[in-house]
């Protein structure tokens, strides 16, 4: 496939998206979907950043409730609000705007931080995908927990090349990174690691974007380790894992 092919697709793609959006129902969900998330932003900021009330659990919550108190239809919905799903590819690609800021990071650990990483995004989903194994679940699900621990796009994307459920990936990662945002303090008291670096590393490649926000909360440069872990084990998990299961 040629550039000009390439561009041609995305066109077409997003040109099919928009068409669907422009109808009067379609606006009408996105107004729906944009107001909910504005009301969980400010909830978000009432409860002092808790990982119980994040944006992306109540904004997903109240449009369910809103779907069902309508007696909608959950596809109609999708395709209404398809803009919201397509605009996922172009968040996946803006995350190499943190992994450029915090390049310096990587040339400066090296081989410990890719370590650290690797470590953590293998670990993690294997564990996972242990106990849905050890339970006979089925396959779609088993896959769908190997992309558990990466960001929302990334998880999505990743988990449908190698046979996963894409809505399931994403409610396995808001899962992940709310227990990993409040179980964070008690793991780090008992293993007692006091590096921020560390910390920073540990939210960010395992609670990927919810634990970066905890990480956030406690200082910038744990925020910023944060990101580091969260770009570097989202690409190396995107492209790791449709190679050896898809």
Not at 30 to 42: E, G, P, S
């Amino acid at each position: 496939m040629t550039t000009v092919d390439a561009i041609k697709l995305i066109y077409h793609d997003f040109a099919d998206v928009v068409n669907a959006t422009l109808s009067v129902s379609g606006a009408i969900w996105i107004a729906v979907t944009l107001a909910w998330y504005f009301l969980a932003l400010k909830i978000h900021r009432f409860a002092k950043g808790s990982p119980l009330v994040h944006p992306l659990v109540v904004t997903a919550s109240g449009v369910g409730i809103t779907i069902a108190l309508v007696h909608g239809d959950i596809r109609q919905y999708q395709l209404n609000a398809a803009l919201i799903h397509w605009l996922l590819g172009p968040a996946t690609v803006a995350l190499a705007i943190p992994m450029y800021n915090q390049w310096h990071q990587v040339r400066d650990l090296g081989w410990r931080l890719i370590a650290a990483v690797g470590a953590g995004g293998i670990i993690a989903p294997l564990l996972a995908w242990s106990v849905v194994y050890t339970f006979d679940s089925p396959l779609a699900i088993q896959m769908t927990m190997l992309v558990k621990s990466i960001t929302t796009p990334l998880a999505m994307e990743a988990g449908a090349k190698i046979g996963g459920v894409p809505a399931l990936a994403a409610v396995f990662v808001i899962i992940t990174g709310i227990v990993g945002a409040v179980v964070s303090d008690l793991v780090f008291r008992l293993c007692k690691v006091n590096s921020l670096q560390a910390q920073g590393i540990a939210m960010g490649t395992v609670a990927h974007a919810v634990g970066t926000a905890k990480a956030l909360q406690m200082n910038e440069h744990t925020g910023a380790m944060a990101t580091l872990g969260l770009c570097l084990n989202g690409i190396m998990t995107a492209i790791v894992v449709p190679l050896l299961f898809g």
